[in-house]
């Protein structure tokens, strides 16, 4: 019978864990690195545009709430955000004010709900102090 065949392997697997876990009741840890959804900090924002100009979702929208008072409004849309990370790459900030995290269960009935906004006047980066001078040499020398 062609169901002996199948026996040794049956048996095996009532004895073995399962390779699956009960999701979403037991989940597993993200790997190092995962790319899971994008987060600005608006602290850190200072309105280059980079993330939103190297964006091949055209995810990330930035506009201007109001111009003299610095204040801009950024969107990501994660409906159309495909997880590449190049936002966090472009971003010039240090630290970055374009992070990704690990969270992936951002699935929602509605596209519109999967927006993420942001109202916040742009960050100024304070000028570095300059190095200072080697022993013994006068700073205006
Ligand atoms: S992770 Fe990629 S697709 Fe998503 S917002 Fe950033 S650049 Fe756009
Ligand atoms: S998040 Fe970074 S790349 Fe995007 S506008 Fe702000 S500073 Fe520029």
Redesign the pocket.
Known sequence: MRIAAFLPELLRSLFKKPNTVDYPFKKLAVPEGFRGTPH??PD?????????RDCPAEA?E?TAVNEAEKRFR?VIHNDRCIHCGQ?VD????VP???RIDSLFEIADDSRHKMKEDWVYVR?VIKPKAPAPAPAGESPNA
Do not use: G
Request: hydrophobic content about 50%; some cysteine.
């Open positions: 600005l900090d850190m924002c200072i309105v280059c545009r980079a993330c939103e990330i930035i950024m936002c472009s971003c010039p900030t970055k004010a374009m960050a």
